[in-house]
């Protein structure tokens, strides 16, 4: 069966950090990987999204990688901020031909002051 | 309009009670998702609607019933629910899987089974 697997359930890191967080699938191949961002009590916000074909993508503070070789997707927020605090969900396609969109276990990521 | 809206935002209902979900989005999305939500874990997809028909069922029970009248609506009818589906139901759309994949959430419906 496939499985989406965040390392961390939660991580807690110093202002002004690196954040990273790692996103694990297996028995599938995605077309592409997603990364949102979920607040308590509120819809996940899309963030980013990595192709297959892509090895690295970026948006302001925000870094994505894409290893298909190794089934992972890593999720960097550079010069972390107190407000940076949420739970990010990576989410991929898990069937071909349709519309869909399965969510990993999310990281629940604390930034301290 | 780039939002995704549902209605009610919290809802309590008894087990013997019908009710329904409402989401709207007039962004021309033609992808439309339900998803369960419990404390700490991450989304479940429950239903997916591409192009107004139902192209997957998550193995859902009955008690749940999507229903997609046209191409903004979206509605979740439920009917003898259990305690255990309390939880934050969230709905989604998407342009397509070829026109663009991300998907945009609405804010959810804190829904109470007693």
């Known amino acids: 069966s496939q499985k989406i697997e965040q390392n961390s359930e939660a991580l807690n890191i110093q202002e002004g950090k690196t954040a990273t967080l790692t996103c694990n699938y297996t028995n599938y191949s995605p077309a592409y990987l997603q990364w949102y961002r979920q607040d308590p009590g509120r819809g996940p916000v899309f963030l980013l999204l990595i192709r297959e074909n892509e090895k690295e993508k970026r948006k302001e503070r925000l870094k994505v990688t894409f290893d298909t070789t190794l089934k992972q997707s890593l999720f960097h927020i550079t010069a972390s901020q107190p407000a940076d605090s949420a739970t990010y969900l990576c989410?991929?396609?898990?069937?071909?031909?349709?519309?869909?969109?399965?969510f990993g276990t999310g990281t629940r990521l604390t930034v301290i002051p | 309009d780039t939002e995704v809206t549902q209605t009610p935002k919290h809802l309590v209902m008894g087990m013997t009670n019908k009710k329904s979900l409402k989401c709207e989005q007039h962004m021309g999305h033609r992808a439309m998702y339900w998803y369960k939500q419990k404390a700490k874990k991450p989304p479940e997809l429950m239903f997916v609607?591409?192009?107004?028909?139902?192209?997957i069922n998550e193995s859902v029970p009955s008690r749940f019933s999507p229903e997609c009248p046209n191409s903004s609506l979206l509605n979740l009818h439920l009917h003898a629910l259990q305690p255990e589906d309390s939880a934050l139901y969230l709905c989604a759309s998407s342009p397509t899987r070829t026109g663009g994949p991300e998907a945009f959430f609405g804010q959810g419906t804190r829904l109470t089974v007693v």
């Open positions: 989410a991929l396609d898990l069937r071909t031909g349709a519309n869909n969109l399965f």
């Open positions: 609607y591409s192009y107004e028909k139902l192209s």
